[in-house]
């Protein structure tokens, strides 16, 4: 195998996942919708809140834009590994999956640009997203949307990756719901993306410690910081170290001799 073999495979899959969203187009819209419901309900009544408090206008305002906006970025990359895990969950049922791992490229080759072609639809609808909350005044500065990109890039497969590894948990697509539940929800409620750690540590310190641990906490930081041309290390080193936690796992989860599939009878998938 040399490298024009790999860059077929990874085109291929990139170019499947891309074919699949475009023709997925409630995906794309449903993918919106939440953080949108978020932008215009709930952080309005967030302003006011502070509005009425003993914070000054303007800085109501930077709180509103800082804190708001890369958070629901990163519930966009959230629900979208969440959804590449059901689809994976879905592909290993069709037998899509099979046809894929059993190809002669490596897996973990495989496994990881399945990851990136996912990744790169979360980074799409991020970008269209930030369009839509342009018009709604929210405009941080021209270069921070490119500094953002390799940000997005980072945080979008941390949690695609942690959505494989889910996928490997769970056997059928009705057991879905419960990883919502359990896994998904928690990790967004106890986290940085919607109020700030010194916020939530008013309210509760468990709460607290909880989400400044919180592997999505670290990546809407990364995210928070980059999009006004600031590199977050602690927060980028702890993405990136969940990233490959997350993402061995899920190799190792997908490896029928080894792994979580065999054992839970899943064959060669």
């Known amino acids: 195998m040399n490298l024009l073999h790999y860059f077929r495979a990874l085109n291929g899959i990139v170019g499947r996942e891309m074919l699949r969203f475009v023709q997925q187009r409630e995906r794309f819209a449903s993918a919106l919708v939440r953080p949108l419901i978020w932008l215009f309900v709930f952080a309005a009544g967030f302003r006011s809140t502070l509005g009425m408090a003993i914070i000054p206008p303007y800085e109501t305002y930077i709180l509103y834009e800082v804190y708001i906006t890369p958070g ?9 590994g969440t959804q590449s895990s059901l689809s994976m969950v879905y592909d ?8 894929l791992l059993v190809s002669p490229l490596p897996r973990w080759f495989l496994l990881t640009a399945k990851l990136l072609a996912g990744t790169l639809v979360s980074v799409l609808q991020a970008y269209v997203f930030l ?15 490119l500094d953002l990109f390799p940000a997005l890039l980072l945080s979008g497969m941390m949690l695609g990756a942690l959505g494989m590894l889910m996928s490997t948990f769970i056997k059928q697509l009705e057991n879905f719901a419960g990883v919502m539940n359990f896994v998904i929800f928690p990790m967004f409620f106890m986290s940085t ?4 750690l010194w916020r939530l540590k008013e309210s509760s310190v468990l709460l607290y410690h909880l989400a400044e641990y919180n592997p999505f906490s670290q990546a809407v930081e990364m995210l928070r910081f980059a999009l006004y041309g600031q590199l977050n290390t602690y927060a980028a080193l702890y993405t990136t170290a969940a990233l490959l936690v997350f993402l061995g796992l899920a190799i190792w989860g997908y490896n029928p001799s080894k792994g979580l599939i065999q054992r839970k009878g899943g064959g060669a998938e």
């Open 92 to 99: 290993r049922e069709m037998g899509s999956m099979r046809t």
């Open 131 to 145: 369009a839509v909350a342009w018009f709604y005044d929210i405009q941080p500065p021209r270069a921070g949307y």
């Open 72 to 80: 629901l970025i990163g519930v966009i990359q959230l629900f979208n």
């Open 193 to 196: 993306a919607l109020y700030p």
